[in-house]
């Protein structure tokens, strides 16, 4: 395993992370997710390839992604060993102070722990004022509960607002972005991303290998989570004709390299700049695939070849207003 340091917090994370809206009590969320057995054996491989890095959140399957993280972790390593990263968001109050407060208590007792390496906010708050928010994260790091904060999914300005308020009051600025980002979803590359690098903020991408479309030959397949995941079909269905034509190329190179689809996806966030591009894994060959990656080096020419269908897409992940209360599945196909 290679690791990097995660922006300028000094913690130090595996250039993989696993993603655990994977693990959690299926039917309150997803139907796809694993159970308390299959969350233990995911996570357990994962520590054996000496992954450090664990992404879960507060809503993600009610609460129990939080609770199977933890326990497994708790079964498998000492907590210094890892880097446990959750959010805030998708639950009463938002990011108001109140809301993130009481957040924060629930998750670190869901995940066994007296403390989270990163604090990540999930969407940006219509309603909250900024200052309240970041004041609010602030107090946690002080505190010793957070040791450093991230966000999500948002526009360029929101961001660059919040990171604002933070230097201007010499708040806790945010080290890491958890944004949409992949071969077939490459909007943040005209604002978000630039920014975060001009401002030295960590790239750990959500949907890396946009839910399996760039891992495999075929756009959907028969397993439970093709079938029924809703959100995935929203972000990825309806843009199927012109996006095949980019997964073609990744198992064109996949094959003339000897490699398999999901290294050469994932070999291309790297080419890109990413830290740490999450994974969410419901078997462990999976991460045994996802660590292969590290030994794929992709040329500038691959890039280009790779990237070269692209077409603007709407934009999926930044929302323009605050959802309605108790939506958590956001992008979620209607059918």
Not at 227 to 247: M, S
Request: aromatic share 8%; hydrophobic share 40%.
């Amino acid at each position: 395993m290679d690791y990097t340091s995660l922006g300028n917090s000094g913690i130090e994370v595996s250039k993989l992370c696993v993603g655990a809206m994977s693990f959690g009590q299926a039917g309150t969320m997803h139907d796809w997710t694993l159970d308390p057995a299959q969350t233990d054996r995911v996570v357990a491989h994962a520590l054996a390839l000496g992954i450090n890095f664990f992404d879960t959140a507060n809503t993600y399957s009610a609460g129990t992604s939080e609770q199977y993280l933890g326990a497994a972790l708790r079964q498998h390593t000492t907590r210094d060993r890892v880097v446990i990263a959750s959010k805030v968001y998708f639950n009463p109050g938002r990011l108001s102070r109140a809301a993130i407060m009481r957040e924060i208590e629930g998750t670190l007792r869901r995940l066994g722990t007296d403390y989270l390496d990163l604090y990540l906010i999930h969407r940006f708050d219509y309603e909250t004022p900024i200052e309240e928010t970041m004041v609010a994260l602030d107090e946690l790091v002080q505190q010793g509960k957070v040791r450093a904060l991230g966000a999500s999914a948002m526009y360029a300005y929101q961001f660059y607002n919040m990171q604002l308020a933070a230097r201007d009051h010499g708040w806790t600025p945010f080290v890491a972005m958890e944004n949409h980002y992949n071969l077939l979803y490459r909007e943040d590359e005209r604002e978000l991303i630039p920014l975060c690098r001009q401002m030295g903020v960590a790239l750990m991408p959500y949907s890396a290998l946009a839910a399996g479309r760039l891992a495999r030959p075929g756009w959907t397949s028969d397993t439970l989570r093709s079938r029924t995941d809703r959100v995935a079909q929203g972000k990825y269905d309806h843009t199927q004709a012109q996006d095949q034509a980019i997964a073609a190329r990744v198992e064109a190179l996949a094959t003339r390299e000897g490699v398999t689809m999901a290294q050469i996806s994932l070999a291309w966030h790297w080419a890109k700049g990413v830290t740490s591009p999450i994974i969410g894994a419901t078997r462990t060959r999976y991460l045994d695939d996802a660590v292969g990656a590290l030994k794929v080096q992709l040329t500038a020419e691959d890039v280009a070849f790779l990237e070269a269908p692209y077409v603007p897409h709407q934009v999926i992940g930044a929302i323009d207003h605050n959802p309605a209360a108790g939506v958590t599945l956001l992008d979620a196909d209607p059918k």
